[in-house]
């Protein structure tokens, strides 16, 4: 019986294998090929093509979100292979996630586009040149890429100086690119101290520090990997000469040489040295260094005197002030009786205000 048995199930499996062997041995219809799937049609790059993709984002009423079923969630390629994030095409476009708007979130735009050098040109693609919104609009006629001057309301929209550094009231900071206000960060300093109104001389402009670009990518060294600011100081008032025998004075010393400032900023100990402004002039600290950090290296004795000695030079200190110690006696129309500066637009102005009237020395 177990014999019968083994011939069974022996022929049983030759048969099988057999049956099997024949079906592949011959293919007698073509397997047909999977037809090539177009989603878009054809000339979707072309503006001026019916089947340009932005037409047919704003003729459907899931928007973007019908690209994202086939090129992920960040336009990055997904299933389609394809990305829509490249150099050439939206290389921005990732950034339009949940929170996209959201001060707080970290996908918020603002950080995207600080991460990537503040580079706003690549949103002017879907948003316009002037960032008014795109050419093209959805079926209820609302914008395929709104307007961003909604929230961006002054003049330039994103590309306005106070969109990354400064207020609505300064372009200046604070705050800084880093969101800091404390005016010992090195992003703040001592800007308002000098653009603002200052208490105790003339007031600047950014020009007298800075090179200023007509917009935000003109300027070479505006926008660059350091994120800190070229200081090149033109100020005229940085580099006002004393003590000079060719101009018509009545304070000139023939015991002192004349004091041309050579301005310079250094950018390791944030100091500014050999300025007019901060001390180079005659019978001041010609050896001041003006910390843009501290607001104690302004002291009255920072630039006259020494850092203790809020007065000028005498002749037992090589220079020819008298040795009073009221300020208000002579310049009574710029200081008073306390050092309290009253008048700052006769203070650091490049002139001598001595009993009331303006004179070079």
């Known amino acids: 019986m177990k014999t019968k048995m ?37 000339s979707i790059y072309i503006p001026t093509s019916a089947n340009y993709h932005p037409k047919t984002i704003a003729g459907s009423p899931n928007g973007m979100y019908d690209c994202q079923e086939c090129h992920a969630a960040d336009f990055s390629g997904g299933v389609a292979g394809v990305g829509c994030n490249t150099t050439d095409c939206h290389p921005s476009i990732g950034v339009h996630v949940n929170g996209i708007v959201d001060p ?27 960032y008014d919104g795109g050419n093209y609009k959805y079926a209820d006629g609302s914008s395929l890429s709104p307007t961003c001057l909604n929230c961006h309301t002054y003049y330039g929209g994103p590309e306005n100086c106070a969109t990354c550094h400064g207020s609505a009231t300064s372009m200046a900071p604070p705050r800084d690119l880093n969101g800091n206000t404390s005016t010992s960060s090195r992003g703040v300093g001592a800007h308002q101290v000098h653009l603002a109104g200052s208490q105790k001389g003339k007031t600047l402009s950014c020009t007298d520090c800075h090179n200023v670009p007509g917009d935000v990518y003109q300027t ?3 926008i660059d990997a350091d994120n800190r600011a070229e200081v090149i100081i033109y100020s005229n008032i940085a580099k006002v000469t004393t003590n000079d025998d060719t101009a018509p004075s009545v304070q000139i010393d023939p015991n002192q040489p004349t004091y041309i400032p050579a301005p310079v900023y250094n950018t390791a100990d944030l100091t500014c040295t050999n300025t007019y402004c901060h001390g180079y002039f005659k019978n001041g600290n010609i050896d001041n260094k003006a910390v843009w950090n501290d ?12 850092g203790s000695n809020p007065l000028p030079k005498t002749q037992s200190q090589g220079g020819n002030h008298p040795g009073s110690s ?36």
Do not use: R
């Open 6 to 42: 083994k011939y069974i199930f022996f022929y049983s499996l030759t048969t099988i294998f057999s049956i099997y062997l024949i079906s592949c041995s011959e293919l007698n219809t073509d397997i047909p090929s999977v037809p090539k799937v177009n989603t878009h049609g054809d």
């Open 104 to 130: 707080t979130s970290e996908n918020f735009h603002g950080n995207y586009i600080q991460k990537n050098q503040w580079a706003m040109i690549p949103c002017q693609s879907c948003h316009g040149n002037k």
């Open 220 to 222: 070479n060294g505006h």
């Open 295 to 306: 607001p104690s290296s302004s002291q009255c004795g920072s630039c006259h005197g020494d």
């Open 326 to 361: 009221n300020c208000s006696v002579c310049h009574g129309g710029v200081v008073d009786a306390n050092l309290k500066i009253i008048n700052p637009s006769k203070h650091i102005d490049g002139l001598l205000n001595l009993f009331g009237s303006d004179i070079k020395y």
